[in-house]
């Protein structure tokens, strides 16, 4: 089995197969022809064979092959359709004594944004009442880290969600940014307020989940100018063990409100500390209460142009014209849903045939390369706030794909502590091909077991509603996925510096070490999906 492994390797990192291109579908390709070729499935071709992904823009296929009787990186690819032959081929000669069946499936796009796993639920499902399965357990073949008191094997997978914060602020020239509102500068409290921050950093049974990360933040300007930034957005990841994107929601919305209020704290302090070295002389200029109830017709695109202000604040100009206190500044923070009911209440028919029209431009953009996901849900965010009318500060905080929802194998309704079962058998058969093995309860780098099925009670009705590409765009089928429940652990070869250039795999714990373990498991019946 080793030369074969090594083959079906040398075979698969021929074929360039980058996540979220088209080239997987040569990838695809290649792992048909395999499983083509092997004796067991020239006797049994009914056995595999291709599915199409629902939504796929790219085409790719799920490739299956089902034995009855009985990576990351592509070494753990190899490693499974080696280990399906030597079982196929047991089969066919009746030395097998397995009493199950072996199912291998081969997804794409599991760097990017699942959309093989995310399609598989479906298929799963339907695939175990038409053959009449029950699947006991899944082990995705990821490479693993190694130390001196084993190789790790996860039990479950760490959530993830992908929060987008647009802020408008109020413009003007930097001759007079005090009379301006700077949304780069209350986009930058909320960057403090979430980045590396331990209160989101959840902790279970003494492993934690990283804390949030920005990946994206920057000013909405399409050209240079003299101005301050009128808006800014940008989208940070958010890991979790039992946090839902609800929950996480609430926490973002009180962080927002908190930025604002401090950023104009902040401008009020600095403004008086200058007023001060002016002897008391005003740095902004009084404002203007502009009764008004279409606020957008009492802007003028000039540097000394009125800012409109909202009734609700007006009566405060009088008394602040007495001083050199600064008027109130408004503001609020929405959800994308709330955004979204505003618009229709304001034209609900025609609000939903501009969205109709808005996703399916954003889809096309996607499909072509031109945008990405997080990317296409600032710009549908911005669009929409302009479709709404609203002039006031506001941040509109809303959910970009993928999501990635928590999973561990003991935690499924039913099927409490199943994972941590299996995983006393892992570790009798890995001893038993010399490999030692610890168990580890979250897999924090996000992985496709997110998809195998729900734990606990974490609340995802919202999270539709407050993700603007939600649909044909970009979906998970959580009815599926719950319908699914497959217990499922991480366990490959031994790897290092994963996506470096120096990524590598251990010969012996790909080529003997894996495969004796996989056989070892489906000898125990373990049925490996």
């Not at 240079?224 to 990841?237: Q, T």
């Amino acid at each position: 089995m080793e030369e074969k492994v090594y083959e079906y390797l040398n075979r698969l990192v021929s074929v360039p197969g980058i996540s979220d291109t088209d080239e997987e579908r040569k990838t695809a390709e290649a792992i048909r022809e395999i499983i083509a070729e092997q004796p067991y499935f020239k006797a049994y071709p009914e056995n595999f064979g291709t599915v199409e992904i629902p939504g796929d823009a790219r085409k790719r296929p799920l490739v299956y092959g089902l034995v009855r009787g009985a990576a990351d990186m592509k070494g753990g690819l190899a490693a499974g359709l080696a280990v399906l032959l030597g079982i196929g081929e047991e089969v066919l000669d009746g030395t097998c004594g397995m009493d199950g069946n072996v199912l291998f499936l081969s997804v794409p796009d599991e760097e990017s944004y699942s959309v093989g796993m995310r399609g598989a639920a479906g298929f799963l499902a339907k695939f175990r009442e038409q053959e009449k399965l029950s699947y006991e357990l899944l082990i995705d073949l990821e490479p693993m880290s190694r130390d001196e008191n084993g190789q790790e094997v996860f039990l479950g997978s760490v959530g993830k969600c992908m929060p987008v914060v647009l802020v408008q602020g109020r413009t003007a020239h930097v001759s007079r940014c005090f009379d301006g509102l700077n949304a780069v500068g209350v986009l930058g409290r909320m960057f403090e307020k979430t980045e590396l921050s331990a209160e989101f950093a959840e902790v279970f049974d003494g492993e934690a989940c990283m804390p949030p990360t920005w990946l994206n933040f920057k000013d909405l300007k399409k050209e240079y100018d003299v101005s301050v930034p009128a808006r800014a957005a940008g989208y940070l990841s958010m890991l979790s063990f039992r946090s839902g994107p609800g929950e996480i929601m609430e926490k973002m919305r009180e962080l927002g409100a908190e930025a604002f209020a401090d950023y104009i704290e902040k401008m009020d302090a600095e403004r008086k500390m200058l007023e001060e070295k002016l002897s008391g002389r005003a740095v902004q200029r009084k404002k203007q209460c502009v009764k008004t109830a279409d606020l957008q017709a009492a802007n003028v695109e000039s540097i000394d142009h009125t800012d409109p202000v909202s009734e609700e604040y007006a009566d405060n100009v009088g008394e602040c014209e007495k001083t050199n206190d600064a008027v109130p500044q408004k503001f609020n923070v929405r959800s994308f849903e709330e955004l979204s009911e505003q618009c229709r209440k304001k034209d609900r028919d025609g609000f939903e045939s501009f969205m109709a029209e808005l996703k399916a431009r954003t889809e096309a953009r996607i499909r072509s390369g031109e945008t990405n996901y997080p990317q296409a849900t600032i710009d549908m965010m911005t669009e929409v706030l302009d479709w709404s009318g609203l002039t006031d500060p506001v941040m509109v905080i809303g959910f970009a794909p993928p999501l990635y929802p928590a999973y561990h194998s003991d935690q499924m309704a039913g099927k409490e502590g199943v994972g941590s079962w299996q995983f006393r058998k892992i570790k009798k058969a890995s001893e038993a091909a010399g490999c030692r093995v610890k168990k580890v309860h979250y897999f924090t780098g996000i992985s496709d077991l997110s998809y195998c099925g729900t734990c606990g009670d974490m609340d995802f009705s919202g999270y539709a509603a407050e993700t603007p590409l939600w649909g044909g765009g970009y979906q998970v089928d959580f009815e599926e996925i719950g319908k699914l429940n497959i217990p499922a652990v991480l366990m490959g070869p031994w790897g290092k510096d994963i996506h470096r250039r120096t990524e590598r795999v251990n010969r012996k714990s790909l080529l003997v070490e894996l495969p004796e373990i996989l056989h070892t498991l489906i000898e125990d019946q373990i049925l490996l999906t």
